[in-house]
Structure formats: structure tokens, C-alpha cells
């Protein structure tokens, strides 16, 4: 079993950056593969960025590439999502996922057994 909590999301106006932390606990992530997703009001949950733990390989939705980074501190086993020129859009509440590391078929938006209870991320225009 692998425990994620969120942390970081708040109130932000359009323009500036924020970072997301994902804190593991109960196993070690060095395995596993991280992926952030979110959920806007009134909308369905959606992929947003990936991690191969191990590798260091990220994987963005298209709506976020170029303003989000998706990072890993193994020594930490937290993962981070530095999100940079925030509008509008990205108001949501953000959710860490994990799930072990299979090498073959590879999809990074899931499917994802493990979630934490998500980090709300307001951003006024």
C-alpha cells in the first residue's frame, strides 16, 4: 500500500507559479510511476502529468506542456508539480496518483491504484 498526500495548492491570482508536493509514504517510490491529475468544478477528472520514478521520464497533457514540470526527490519519495503562469483553466482540485512500474504497454494517464485526497488550486483572473 502506498499513501499520497497532497499539499501546496491555495488561492493565487492569473500569472504566477505555484508548486504541488506529493509526499509517499509506506513504500518507497523509486518504483513507481507518479502521475497528477485534476478536477474542475462541474467537470471530469483529467490527466495531467506523469513520472517514471526510476527514470526520471515525464509525460504532459497537451493543455499544460511548457508550464508545468512534473519532478521527483527519491530521497524525499515526494514528487512535485511546479506549475507556472497559472490562468483561469487550471482552477481545480489537484490529485497525486501512484502505481507500480510494469515495463511494456505504457499509458501515463492510468490506470492509477493508489490516490491521495487532492490539494485545491484556485486561480482568479
Known amino acids: 500500500q502506498v499513501q499520497l498526500v497532497e499539499s501546496g495548492g491555495g488561492l493565487v491570482q492569473a500569472g504566477v507559479s505555484l508548486r504541488l508536493s506529493c509526499a509517499a509514504s509506506?513504500?518507497?517510490?523509486?518504483?513507481?510511476?507518479m502521475g497528477w491529475f485534476r478536477q474542475a468544478p462541474g467537470k471530469e477528472r483529467e490527466f495531467v502529468a506523469a513520472?517514471?520514478?526510476?527514470?526520471?521520464?515525464?509525460y504532459y497533457a497537451d493543455s499544460v506542456k511548457g508550464r508545468f514540470t512534473i519532478s521527483r526527490d527519491i530521497s524525499k519519495n515526494t514528487v512535485y508539480l511546479q506549475m507556472n503562469s497559472l490562468n483561469a483553466e487550471d482552477t481545480a482540485v489537484y490529485y497525486c496518483?501512484?502505481?507500480?512500474?510494469?515495463?511494456?504497454?505504457?499509458?501515463?494517464?492510468?490506470?492509477?491504484?493508489?490516490w491521495g485526497r487532492g490539494t485545491l488550486v484556485t486561480v482568479s483572473s
Open positions: 509506506g513504500r518507497t517510490v523509486s518504483s513507481y510511476t
Open positions: 513520472i517514471v520514478v526510476s527514470a526520471g521520464r515525464t
Open positions: 496518483a501512484a502505481r507500480r512500474t510494469v515495463i511494456g504497454i505504457f499509458d501515463p494517464a492510468g490506470p492509477y491504484p493508489y
